[in-house]
């Protein structure tokens, strides 16, 4: 789950061949997000992501957890909603 964005800067001197130094700075984009499986809060840079799964559709998982295991069990949930029949009770938005 997106948490929030931050921006972070670097600074850095580099050298010139004539031995002139110039000022530099690099921004990165860091993306906030909590664990889907332990909910856990981690840190990701937005360049090493795609852009689209930043968004609240996609689930996220820490380096701690293991993410196959994680996507089998969301399997499991969805193929248990989708054997139900049409006529059952329970609410799949709680599922």
């Not at 600074?11 to 031995?19: D, F, I, N, Q």
């Not at 700075?25 to 992501?49: A, H, P, W």
Request: charge should be positive; glycine fraction near 6%; charged fraction near 25%.
């Amino acid at each position: 789950m997106l948490v929030q964005t931050q921006k972070l800067t670097t600074h850095h001197v580099r050298t010139s061949k004539l031995g002139k130094t110039h000022d530099y700075s690099r921004t990165k984009t860091l993306v906030v997000l909590q664990c889907d499986q332990c909910y856990q809060i981690f840190n990701r840079e937005l360049g090493n992501m795609d852009h689209k799964r930043v968004q609240e559709g996609y689930v996220h998982v820490c380096s701690k957890c293991n993410p196959k295991q994680f996507a089998q069990l969301q399997g499991v949930k969805q193929r248990r909603i989708w054997s139900m029949s049409a006529d059952s009770d329970f609410n799949i938005s709680k599922g």
